[in-house]
């Protein structure tokens, strides 16, 4: 019991010193009070007495406890009369292990006939390392499972969070006045990548105008959705090339089915070939944009050509997860794991945004707790 009061304890002085509390505290007058009375009521850190509770190893962990409540209460109040204000960590990644260099003076498009899979991807993580590479160099910010996210500025993020959160608080917000297509071969998949580029911003942020989401954006964020653009209509054009055979543009598909099996192979953090679509994994933007690529309209027209790969795979051409149930990639000489996706990001911000602040208490009832889950 006096353990997990210590853990308690201390996730409240991370919330409040790291996680952006103080600054949640002094928003929030009501909040302010729950911490203050929770870290001075005497009651609501008594605990009964055992028989045990003379015991040396009772005392010590009992004392403990104490000195991480007066801590706790200094930073509740030292934070709160001036929070600390998080810059990011200067020059560090280039420090970091499993860090590495990526060569972003390539000019000429690689060759995708002439190129093996591993070095296809690792050309298009360039590319996109590039691309991530024109965000404001103020901070060097390594994502989860340290996925190199190059000089993304954590301003940028702060300011695309906070559009998002504002954009979710309007219940239609995220709702396109955009009718599909009525034939499915002509229907475009979506993505957040899309999405964005077509909803109107909320009334909340700007009032009326037609101009998309996606304009409101920071520049840096912009950029790496237009890079994701003009790679995959590149792609496109390789996949859908005219004058092209059949062998050949199966073999191009292949190439990018094999790619997206070694972006995946990449960022997983225990890869198994045979189960390489059902582990969890950051995705990649070699995945989004070869996926996305390969499951446009244009590419889909080609049935012969996925007929054909189908064939080589031993699988059925019925869904394009059903071709990757038996990759050809097995192991990647590689062990870096890839540019992270920015459609990825922004996913994982409105799936944050969408939690709920604060959760029901399952022992008092009327009592809400704060979801650390949401605001850590």
């Known amino acids: 019991m006096i353990n997990r009061r210590n853990e308690v304890l201390e996730t409240i002085k991370e919330w409040i010193t790291s996680g952006g509390g103080a600054q949640d505290i002094l928003d929030d007058s009501d909040l302010y009070k729950a911490v203050n009375d929770f870290l001075q009521s005497p009651l609501d850190h008594t605990i009964f007495q055992s028989v045990m509770f003379g015991a040396s190893p009772v005392e010590k962990a009992w004392q403990s406890l104490m000195e991480t409540k007066r801590s706790v209460k200094g930073t509740f109040i030292s934070q709160t009369m001036r929070p600390t204000i998080h810059r990011g960590l200067h020059n560090q990644s280039s420090q970091g292990k499993g860090t590495r260099i990526r060569n972003l003076s390539t000019r000429e498009l690689p060759d995708i006939d002439r190129m093996d899979p591993e070095s296809f991807v690792d050309n298009l993580d360039g590319m996109a390392s590039a691309a991530f590479s024109n965000v404001t160099q103020e901070v060097r910010f390594n994502i989860l499972f340290q996925c190199h996210l190059a000089d993304l500025s954590i301003q940028d993020l702060y300011i695309t969070a906070d559009l998002l959160e504002v954009q979710t608080s309007d219940r239609t917000g995220w709702f396109t006045s955009r009718d599909g297509a009525p ?29 998309p989401l996606y304009r409101l954006l920071p520049p840096g964020v912009r950029s790496c959705i237009r890079a994701y653009g003009i790679i995959r209509k590149w792609l496109i054009s390789k996949i859908v090339a005219s004058r092209l055979g059949l062998r050949e543009r199966q073999a191009r598909i292949e190439l990018l089915m094999q790619a997206i099996e070694v972006a995946r192979l990449r960022n997983t953090e225990t890869p198994a070939s045979a189960q390489l679509m059902d582990q969890p994994c950051v995705r990649s933007f070699v995945e989004a944009v ?42 990647t000489s590689a062990v870096d794991s890839l540019t992270v996706d920015m459609g990825w990001l922004l996913e994982r911000m409105l799936e944050l945004i969408a939690t709920p602040d604060v959760i029901d208490s399952t022992s008092q009832e009327g009592q809400n707790l704060i979801n650390f889950d949401k605001r850590r």
């Open 183 to 211: 034939m499915d071969e002509l229907v475009e998949i979506q993505n957040m990548y899309t999405h964005v580029q077509e909803i109107e911003p909320s009334s909340i942020i700007s009032g009326s105008t037609h101009e």
């Open 290 to 331: 070869v996926t996305s690529a390969l499951l446009s309209v244009e590419s889909r027209l080609h049935f012969r050509a996925w007929q054909s790969v189908g064939l080589s795979r031993n699988s059925q051409c019925e869904s394009f997860s059903s071709l990757l149930l038996r990759p050809y990639v097995q192991s």
